[in-house]
């Protein structure tokens, strides 16, 4: 694909059509003008938007949850399992929220209500969503007990929250620690993350790492520790059911860095972090760019060998100074002091917004376009971002709707959501 759309033009896009029932994909190009073919009704002001697998979720005007694109598990909380939408979906007409969460290879959200509540639904095969295993809940569940969530992180088959009170709960998978109990079973209920830490922000990534940000501004990890992808070596090894031993960290253990942060993110196998002076560190895998740096170290991948990795957390290339930062499964975004967005890593169907697709960046490279963003979310193959301006944005791949402009087009950089359900 990479070297078929190499000469396509940032004014380029492609247009998936997905054919029902039938293995094959037509994917047929045309040109369009950024923003003048969309159609529908612009989206009201919408925050905390989230790009997954397949799909996004956002919260939109009255505390809405909101969600489009892929629908196999139940993830966009409508009984329409199966069916895919490309405007923004209402959740629930009840319930009002203030945060809701996916990550990429997640078919699960999550949200914390105005309340403190939190709710659940998707893809439910490991008790990710706080209930026990089933196929998939395609409403929103609560979350049992009486815990007070200040924000939550639905990623890979596990679920992560810090209450009110700094405190840290997972539950769902767990054979490899990624539940931070110091156990390696899973869980349908929330079990409190060992260490007495307290954190500001958790986040769950893509292949069962978990990492979060203290108060003290430390970063810490555990669960799989593939790649370097736990930021320091650890000397733990859990062993699945079917004999597989890798290791792990089955507790909160730091990062190799003496750096204060003020944000984190968990990808695939890799993490990055924000330090005080804006400088963003990552480390893991990195065969796509996602570190944002070239590397020399080859690290093990499961049953893989030879992947490109960085063990030690380490400066991405360039002086670009960022605020927040979103790890998708193999590219990442980030977002300055004057909202200019940057993205690095993977860029195998635009999801960088660079206006090119198939060449990846091993260093940030600026969102082409005039939008200014507060935050973006980097999700499989696509990204989303909220603009200053009060609108939703997303660009990459778009075969099932996930972008929320209305079609299935691929776009090369940002195209504003449309259409409120």
Same mark, same amino acid.
């Given at each position: 694909?990479?070297? @078929?759309?190499?000469?396509?033009?940032?004014?380029?896009?492609?247009?998936?059509?997905?054919?029902?029932?039938?293995?094959?994909?037509?994917?047929?190009?045309?040109?369009?003008?950024?923003?003048?073919?969309?159609?529908?009704? =612009?989206?009201?002001? @919408?925050?905390?938007?989230?790009?997954?697998?397949?799909?996004? /979720?956002?919260?939109?005007?009255?505390?809405?949850?909101?969600?489009?694109?892929?629908?196999?598990?139940?993830?966009?909380?409508?009984?329409?399992?199966?069916?895919? !939408?490309?405007?923004?979906?209402?959740?629930?007409?009840?319930?009002?929220?203030?945060?809701?969460?996916? *990550?990429?290879? %997640?078919?699960?959200?999550?949200?914390?209500?105005?309340?403190?509540? +939190? $709710?659940?639904?998707?893809?439910?095969?490991?008790?990710?969503?706080?209930?026990?295993?089933? +196929?998939?809940?395609?409403?929103?569940?609560? =979350?049992?007990?009486?815990?007070?969530?200040?924000?939550?992180?639905?990623?890979?088959?596990?679920?992560?929250?810090?209450?009110?009170?700094?405190?840290? $709960?997972?539950?769902?998978?767990?054979?490899?620690?990624?539940?931070?109990?110091?156990?390696?079973?899973?869980?349908?209920?929330?079990?409190?993350?060992?260490?007495?830490?307290?954190?500001? *922000?958790?986040?769950?990534?893509?292949?069962?790492? !978990?990492?979060?940000?203290?108060?003290?501004?430390?970063?810490?990890?555990?669960?799989?520790?593939?790649?370097? +992808?736990?930021?320091?070596?650890?000397?733990?090894?859990?062993? #699945?059911?079917?004999?597989?031993?890798?290791?792990?960290?089955?507790?909160?253990?730091?990062?190799?860095?003496?750096?204060?942060?003020?944000?984190?993110?968990?990808?695939?196998?890799?993490?990055?972090?924000?330090?005080?002076? *804006?400088?963003?560190?990552?480390?893991?895998?990195?065969?796509?760019?996602?570190?944002?740096?070239?590397?020399?170290?080859? /690290?093990?991948?499961?049953?893989?060998?030879?992947?490109? /990795?960085?063990?030690?957390?380490?400066?991405?290339?360039?002086?670009? #100074?960022? !605020?927040?930062?979103?790890?998708?499964?193999?590219?990442?975004?980030?977002?300055?002091?004057?909202?200019?967005?940057?993205?690095?890593?993977?860029?195998?169907?635009?999801?960088?917004?660079?206006?090119?697709?198939?060449?990846?960046?091993?260093?940030?490279?600026?969102?082409?376009?005039?939008?200014?963003? #507060?935050?973006?979310? %980097?999700?499989?193959?696509?990204?989303?971002?909220?603009?200053?301006?009060?609108?939703?944005?997303?660009?990459?791949?778009?075969?099932?709707?996930?972008?929320?402009?209305?079609?299935?087009?691929?776009?090369?950089?940002?195209? #504003?959501?449309?259409?409120?359900?």
């Amino acid at each position: 694909l990479s070297h @078929m759309m190499s000469e396509i033009t940032p004014r380029t896009v492609r247009r998936h059509t997905q054919l029902r029932g039938a293995a094959v994909v037509a994917i047929v190009a045309l040109t369009a003008c950024f923003g003048d073919s969309l159609a529908g009704p =612009v989206s009201p002001v @919408m925050s905390n938007v989230r790009a997954s697998q397949n799909f996004t /979720c956002a919260v939109g005007e009255l505390g809405r949850a909101l969600c489009w694109g892929h629908n196999d598990r139940g993830q966009l909380g409508s009984d329409t399992v199966g069916e895919s !939408v490309a405007f923004p979906h209402v959740v629930s007409e009840t319930l009002n929220f203030r945060q809701v969460s996916t *990550k990429p290879a %997640a078919r699960h959200v999550c949200g914390v209500t105005t309340t403190g509540d +939190a $709710y659940c639904w998707g893809e439910n095969n490991f008790g990710q969503i706080g209930r026990p295993p089933t +196929a998939s809940n395609s409403g929103p569940q609560r =979350v049992p007990g009486d815990l007070t969530f200040a924000s939550i992180s639905a990623g890979w088959r596990s679920t992560c929250g810090v209450t009110t009170d700094g405190h840290a $709960y997972c539950w769902g998978r767990g054979e490899w620690g990624q539940l931070g109990d110091g156990l390696t079973e899973g869980s349908d209920v929330p079990v409190l993350v060992a260490g007495g830490h307290t954190f500001q *922000k958790v986040d769950v990534g893509s292949n069962n790492l !978990v990492c979060g940000l203290t108060t003290g501004g430390a970063i810490l990890c555990w669960g799989l520790d593939l790649a370097g +992808a736990l930021g320091a070596p650890s000397m733990e090894t859990c062993v #699945r059911r079917d004999g597989l031993e890798l290791p792990c960290a089955t507790t909160p253990q730091p990062i190799t860095s003496e750096e204060l942060f003020v944000d984190v993110t968990a990808g695939l196998s890799y993490a990055c972090g924000v330090t005080g002076s *804006k400088q963003a560190f990552c480390w893991g895998r990195n065969d796509g760019g996602q570190l944002g740096r070239p590397t020399t170290e080859v /690290c093990a991948e499961g049953g893989l060998q030879d992947i490109e /990795c960085g063990r030690t957390p380490s400066v991405t290339s360039g002086s670009v #100074r960022l !605020v927040s930062l979103s790890a998708g499964t193999f590219h990442t975004c980030g977002v300055t002091d004057a909202g200019a967005a940057y993205c690095w890593g993977s860029n195998s169907l635009g999801q960088l917004g660079s206006g090119l697709v198939g060449t990846n960046s091993s260093a940030p490279a600026q969102v082409r376009g005039p939008v200014t963003f #507060r935050t973006v979310s %980097a999700g499989n193959e696509h990204t989303c971002g909220e603009g200053l301006d009060g609108a939703l944005y997303c660009w990459g791949a778009n075969q099932w709707g996930q972008l929320g402009t209305g079609d299935l087009q691929l776009w090369l950089e940002p195209a #504003r959501v449309v259409g409120l359900p």
